[in-house]
């Protein structure tokens, strides 16, 4: 028998590099397929689940027309942006995962009202109508609320903590839709059974089709470091999810868990009892920390998540750098998208978010249409955002952030909500009409050819220390509070409108918060603005120390969106005036550096920041540009295409 060498070992260890990779494979999955198959065309799996449990790196999993009423759970990611496990709806095909099950059986309590009974046993592990919805920075409004939901024809019913507001509902006064209150519903479960009434009003329940959640996601896996998944093309609803605050594991009707390189793409996602889509974190840096121990304040809890999340590897290279783009999201109680640390140097492109937080039966400090913690160079690009209440909240460690060309409307509570972030960070062509565009408790933006037809709201924030980081790093360097300012506003237009009774305060005018239309609200702040090339119509009134404002009275703007079909128009008067404004490029040498970090405003990549097209697109004058978004729009009455 010949003895193999060392050298001969060597000899053969290039051969077995040049032998072809393991070829792809696509499964298929068809309501009418069996799990016992072997997932091939002809012989399709029954449910997603067990394709992910076939799948492996490269391979795509392909599933036909149907309801798949699954948690997809996938065991396994890809390994590489090159070898990801892609699950895609097939084309012209509609796709829904489901986290719900169809009722049937229920038996008339009273008038409008009916009853069904459901053993305990029919929800395993997890029964949405026991499961409290709890967290930190959780606000149940003075009652219980559950996971569970309840749904007539795909429309969610509202809970009540009462059976006698099942038997007599009232309009709930504080929700957007008050007729829709009326339809309610109510569960208590015994040791044995779950029992749920609900007021159908003239329908009958088993005439109709009647959903109950049951599931906690519909597609999220269930241990971090499952990398470079593709989820495509799907109907993705219904999800008894739990309150994903900062400071816990994050579980969305469909999330990342901790991992890296996914894309979410061209779905349609509703009906999260709380997140929609989470970039969240994992549970082991902690687990609704403040909530266990109240004797500490949130802020420091949540510092020690992220020195607990740094030790076991947040960074670029483990974690992050998701896309999220061209999905259309709404019907989430807290957020469209939420993150916490889990979202670094991800993008997140020409969504259509609405409709969050429409019941407002519960609320929080985490919500909003997206809702990100550790937004570090992160793009959030081309989105349309409305009726969400609040629309983007950058919270803690917005650095090297971009948020450009989108639009936001129709939220109540504010459009951009910049918190203890110390920049830089660049707010650059964006669209915000509704009643307050930009709540500013952070230093070191940069807002540029913005049209703001709101208020500003400006305050510090002297009594937490937040961090900032290295450049394009999650790694510290240091913690300091938010004294405010520093911030720079170039070529945007400003509308005013009816200003606000000053809030009596005792404070000095430097730490006191102001609120209202136009830059004077920065004008008390203790680092200094740069402001140029702006114009304010209204009555919006300039910062104090701007040397080239554009005050304009011939016309008031009054801007309003008009929908025709599937296209949106922003109908506004911008007169003749734009063209006398001193505006100048805006670049990252323009910009200078963020006053905290000391860093420069660039792109994420470490690139060169140029200003230099529109919110659609449009190339912008290299040496005069256009205040606002758009980019020579002509004058007078004016109809510019949004979408």
Known sequence: MMRMTRRMVGLLVPLSLLMPAAEAVEYHVSIQGRDGNDGSAGAPFRTISAAAQAAQPGDVVTVHAGTYRERVTPPRGGTSEASRIVYRAAAGETVVVSGAEVIRGWTLFQPGVWKVTIPNAFFGSYNPYRDLIVGDWFNDKGRPHHTGEVYLNGKSLWETNLLERVMHPQAFADGRDREGSMWTWFAEVDDRNTHIYANFHD????????????????????????????????????????????????????????????IIENNVISDSKCSCVTLGKDRKTGHNVWMNDPSRDGAIHYNEVILRALEIGWSREKIGSHIVRNNTIFNCEQAGIAGSLGAVYSQILNNHIYSVWAKRQFTGAEMGGIKLHA??????????????????????????????????????????????????????????LSEISLRDWSEGGAYAHNLMAGRISSSPELNRSTPYHRAHSTALAGLSNIKGGDDRFYNNILIGGIEPPPTASSAPAPARRFDGYGLWVYDTREAPLQAAGNVYFSGARPYSRETTPLVSTAVQPKPRIVEEGD???????????????????????????????????????????????????????ETRPTPGPFEKPGQGELKIALW
């Not at 009647?210 to 609803?237: M, Q």
């Not at 970090?597 to 912008?620: Q, W």
Request: hydrophobic share 40%; glycine share 10%; charged share 20%.
């Open 203 to 262: 329908r009958n329940p088993n005439e109709e089709l009647v959903e109950i959640n049951v599931r906690d996601s519909c597609f999220y896996p269930d241990a971090p470091g499952r990398d470079f998944i593709t989820v495509s093309g799907f109907h993705l609803k219904q999800a008894a999810t739990q309150w994903a605050a900062p400071t816990a594991e994050q579980i969305g009707l469909i999330g990342t868990h901790w991992s890296k390189g996914w």
């Open 375 to 432: 937004a570090i160079d992160v793009v959030i690009k081309g989105n349309r955002i409305h009726n969400a209440g609040r629309g983007l909240w950058l919270d803690w460690m917005a650095q090297g952030t971009r948020v450009t060309g989108n639009l936001f409307y129709d939220n109540t509570t504010d459009d951009i909500f910049a918190e203890v972030d110390h920049g830089p960070f660049v707010v650059d062509n964006n669209v915000l």
């Open 567 to 621: 296209h949106g128009y922003l109908i506004l008067n911008l007169g003749s005036d734009l063209a006398q404004a001193a505006t100048q490029r805006v670049t990252t040498g323009h910009l200078g550096t963020a006053r905290i970090p000391k860093l420069a405003f660039e792109n994420a990549d470490g690139s060169e920041l140029i200003l230099s097209t529109d919110f659609a697109g449009k190339p912008r004058s």
